[in-house]
T-cell receptor, first 109, second 114 residues
Framework: GQQVMQIPQYQHVQEGEDFTTYCNSS?????IQWYKQRPGGHPVFLIQ?????EVKKQKRLTFQFGEAKKNSSLHITATQTTDVGTYFC?????????FGTGTSLTVIP | DAMVIQNPRYQVTQFGKPVTLSCSQT?????MYWYQQKSSQAPKLLFH???????NEADTPDNFQSRRPNTSFCFLDIRSPGLGDAAMYLC?????????????FGDGTRLSIL
């Protein structure tokens, strides 16, 4: 089946450092969603990107959709311990739903 | 608060003994999903309902069945659980209209197989 790869798989950062996760697809995506899953928790919707080259910000989080709509990134500025968790990109076309492989973020105080 | 509720949070069953996991929602969403999530992996979609229309993923084992008696409730039945079925099972909902509606997840049921 279709797969969306995320890199890195794991990331350890010192509190205050920046963090970026990348989501890559071999096919053009109609949209991309981002979810955060805290340890022991469930995925929580963060944002959706639809347009080519779209950039959206939520406080310290910046989300970007590539011009070719085959990749996306999530960047966190000045990480905090509350940012710990696994970040998943996801594709939801209305008929197809699949998550990326995820990036697990650890923030060292 | 409107939400997605899964019961129970933890379920233990014996190898081969049928088990049913429950999900209810107060969001009145058209679409309900069941995912399986194993440790350190992404959630894997098993199937979803768009209203009463059932949509099974191609690689979902026949061992897994689902029922949606009404808008609010959806059940996951595992007919003969094997050790490989031990996982977290997540229920989610979304509005049906349009593409790319956010999914709202329940807290999950963690299934253990003895």
């Amino acid at each position: 089946g279709q797969q969306v790869m995320q890199i890195p798989q794991y990331q350890h950062v010192q509190e205050g450092e920046d963090f970026t996760t990348y989501c890559n697809s071999s096919t053009t995506l109609s949209n991309i969603q981002w979810y955060k899953q805290r340890p022991g928790g469930h995925p929580v919707f963060l944002i959706q990107l639809v347009k080519s080259g779209e950039v959206k910000k939520q406080k310290r989080l910046t989300f970007q959709f590539g011009e070719a709509k085959k990749n996306s990134s999530l960047h966190i500025t000045a990480t905090q311990t509350t940012d710990v968790g696994t970040y998943f990109c996801a594709v939801n076309t209305g008929n197809q739903f699949y998550f990326g492989t995820g990036t697990s973020l650890t923030v060292i105080p | 608060d409107a939400m997605v509720i899964q019961n129970p949070r933890y379920q233990v069953t014996q190898f081969g003994k049928p088990v049913t996991l429950s999900c209810s929602q107060t969001l009145n969403h058209n679409v309900m999903y069941w995912y399986q999530q194993k440790s350190s992996q992404a959630p894997k979609l098993l199937f979803h309902y768009y209203d009463k229309d059932f949509n099974n993923e191609a690689d979902t084992p026949d061992n897994f069945q689902s029922r949606r008696p009404n808008t609010s409730f959806c059940f996951l039945d595992i007919r003969s659980p094997g050790l490989g079925d031990a996982a977290m099972y997540l229920c989610a909902t979304s509005r049906g209209e349009g593409m790319g509606q956010p999914q709202h997840f329940g807290d999950g049921t963690r299934l253990s197989i003895l």
